[in-house]
């Protein structure tokens, strides 16, 4: 069954506005959370590491004020693109790691796609 | 730097076997792993290396060489259903990030 959960599978919206997406670890615990970006026939691109109970670390070039990202509990990590333009219409994914082996699982992710 | 590699596209007829390759270089080394993902859907896991040699999962079998940075997925028994991109993914021994190649686009034909 599914370890993490990621919510919503999709999202249309205008210009201008922000979207949340949610990222679950299911009956585990996740200090840690990642959050990736895929555009169409490309691999799978690292935004951030989310850090529960801390700031997010984000990778070169990914805008922190405009993917915010929120690790309030050791379950939930979110992802909030603020003031969306088309150009962030993308699949949104993220993962976590259950102990022992830490595999990054990942949720089913999230097709933004900004009018 | 980090550098993954494996083929763009590969294709197979059904019943058959097709080994998948992926070499990397990266500054640090904590595993590699193989994942499957069907057009618009998220990657599933499909196996994890840590050590140098063969880890078998049914039809799914994935081997590493740690000295020559090298790791194949081998699929044995073909079936449609295994139509997929295929992802190596390397994770960073000092910052545990996983690094992806672009993965194999594998088209499976009757």
């Known amino acids: 069954g599914a370890v993490v959960s990621q919510h919503p599978s999709r999202v249309i919206c205008k210009s201008g506005t922000s979207v949340k997406i949610e990222c679950r670890s299911l009956?585990?615990?996740?200090?840690?959370m990642f959050w990736y970006r895929q555009f169409p026939k490309q691999s799978l691109m690292l935004m951030a590491t989310s850090n529960e109970g801390s700031k997010a670390t984000y990778e070169q070039g990914v805008e922190k004020d405009k993917f915010l990202i929120n690790h309030a509990s050791l379950t939930l990590s979110t992802l909030t693109v603020t003031s969306a333009h088309p150009e962030d219409s993308s699949f949104y994914i993220c993962?976590?790691?259950?102990?022992?082996?830490?595999?990054?699982?990942f949720g089913a992710g999230t097709r933004l796609s900004v009018l | 730097g980090q550098n993954i590699d494996q083929p763009t596209e590969m294709t197979a007829t059904e019943g058959a076997i097709v080994q998948i390759n992926c070499t990397y270089q990266t500054s640090g080394f904590n595993g590699l792993f193989w994942y499957q993902q069907h057009a618009g859907e998220a990657p599933t896991f499909l196996s994890y290396?840590?050590?140098?040699g063969l880890e078998e999962k049914g039809r799914f079998s994935s081997f590493l060489s740690r000295s020559k940075g090298y790791s194949y997925l081998l699929l044995k028994e073909l079936q449609m259903k295994d139509s997929a991109s295929y992802l190596c993914a390397v994770r960073d021994g000092n910052t545990d990030k996983l690094i992806f190649g672009t993965g194999t686009r594998l088209q499976v034909f009757p």
């Open positions: 290396n840590v050590l140098d």
């Open positions: 009956d585990f615990q996740a200090t840690t």
């Open positions: 993962s976590a790691s259950p102990p022992p082996k830490n595999i990054q699982y």
